[in-house]
Structures are given as structure tokens and as C-alpha cells.
């Protein structure tokens, strides 16, 4: 299976942005980039998904770089409710098992 | 509204004795997933489902069992074989088997060895 890797833990100010990066270098050409958030003691939701154009929707941004080797999770305005462990996973074609990681523990700083 | 719900919240095992986790989805999504997390972990994929009446295994299936005999419906059930059952199970399912679908995730079940 395709890997991704992530630093274990970064901190942010509030309000200012947040640049969540994803290392996935044995990533084929027909997997998707997906990233969930999970709060404690909850179950993860959904952020954002992309195959190789960045993407935006209303939580937040999603960077991928050219050779799609890696990418970037952007929360454009960090507040206290971001804090969140954010997983980077690959969807990965022809097999329907979804793996995850142990993600990015995302500390806000009021 | 729709969602996936799983119960119990919380659940205490006996030593040697088979629990049952429920989890239930009406959002007639096919594939069907159940993961294990431990303290400060990552997700574990323990077994998934892409359609009913069939079933494969993750990467730490032993100790554990499923059956999908409706659509919605995916129990887990940790069995005395699992020697370390303490741990926050997630269900998820996912609409179709297209790669581009997100997960959408339970509350999940604390479950711990008494």
C-alpha cells in the first residue's frame, strides 16, 4: 500500500494560517489524496480530497505539488475548534481498503 | 438525518467472553469499515466490506469477526481470542466503491477489559 508521512505535531497561532504538510512519494497515478480531521474522542470527519489540482472548499485547501509526491493541507484562518489530529491518506485504485496513519496533532494557541 | 450510529458507547468485556459492537448505517452506502484505535495511535483497519455477504480482513483481523447480512448493518465482534481488546472502535462506510469517495465515520465504542 501506498504510504503517506507526517510530522506527529505542530502548533498555530489563532487566526493566522495553518500549512499541514503530507510526504506520499510512492504514490500511483490514480490516488486520490484524502484528508480527515478527528476531534477527541470522536470519529473523524472529512476535510477535503484531490487527485492531482488543488482544491478548495469551505473548511479548507488543499496544495498538491506538481509531481504529486507530496502535499499540503491549508487552514486558511486557524481557530480553537481546528484543534484536531489531521490525517493525510491515498485512496488507492483497485483496492477498497482505506489505511490510516498517525497523523498531525494540530495545537491552537489562543 | 443521516449518519452512522454505533452502540454501545461504552462497553466493558469480561475476561474470556465474546462482545458484539454494533454499528448501523442508513445512508445505503456499500462498503462498510471497522477500525480499531489505541491511545495516542493512528487507525487500525481491522475488517471492510464491499458489499453484503462479503467480507475481507485488514491488517489486525485476529481476535475479531463480522458478518454483513444487510446492507446497513456491520457488527464487529471481539472474541476471547483477542488478548488486548481494550481499545475506541470506528466504524465507517463509504457510498460507493469509487477511490474519490470520502469515509464517513461512527462515534465510535470505548471498550475496555474489566
Not at chain 1, 475548534?81 to 477498497?96: E, F, K, M, N, P
Request: net charge neutral; proline share 4%; hydrophobic share 30%.
Amino acid at each position: 500500500d501506498a504510504k503517506t508521512t507526517q510530522p506527529n505535531s505542530m502548533e498555530s497561532n489563532e487566526e493566522e494560517p495553518v500549512h499541514l504538510p503530507c510526504n506520499h512519494s510512492t504514490i500511483s497515478g490514480t490516488d486520490y489524496i484524502h484528508w480527515y480531521r478527528q476531534l477527541p474522542s470522536q470519529g473523524p470527519e472529512y476535510v477535503i480530497h484531490g487527485l492531482t489540482s488543488n482544491v478548495n472548499n469551505r473548511m479548507a485547501s488543499l496544495a498538491i505539488a506538481e509531481d504529486r509526491k507530496s502535499s499540503t493541507l491549508i487552514l486558511h484562518r486557524a481557530t480553537l475548534r481546528d484543534a484536531a489530529v489531521y490525517y493525510c491518506i491515498l485512496s488507492t485504485g483497485g483496492y477498497q481498503k482505506v489505511t490510516f496513519g498517525t497523523g498531525t496533532k494540530l495545537q491552537v494557541i489562543p | 438525518d443521516g449518519g452512522i450510529t454505533q452502540s454501545p458507547k461504552y462497553l466493558f468485556r469480561k475476561e474470556g467472553q465474546n462482545v458484539t459492537l454494533s454499528c448501523e448505517q442508513n445512508l445505503n452506502h456499500d462498503a462498510m469499515y471497522w477500525y480499531r484505535q489505541d491511545p495516542g495511535q493512528g487507525l487500525r483497519l481491522i475488517y471492510y466490506s464491499q458489499i453484503v455477504n462479503d467480507f475481507q480482513k485488514g491488517d489486525i483481523a485476529e481476535g475479531y469477526s463480522v458478518s454483513r447480512e444487510k446492507k446497513e448493518s456491520f457488527p464487529l465482534t471481539v472474541t476471547s481470542a483477542q488478548k488486548n481488546p481494550t481499545a475506541f472502535y470506528l466504524c465507517a462506510s463509504r457510498r460507493t466503491l469509487e477511490i474519490r469517495e470520502k469515509l464517513f465515520f461512527g462515534s465510535g465504542t470505548q471498550l475496555s477489559v474489566l
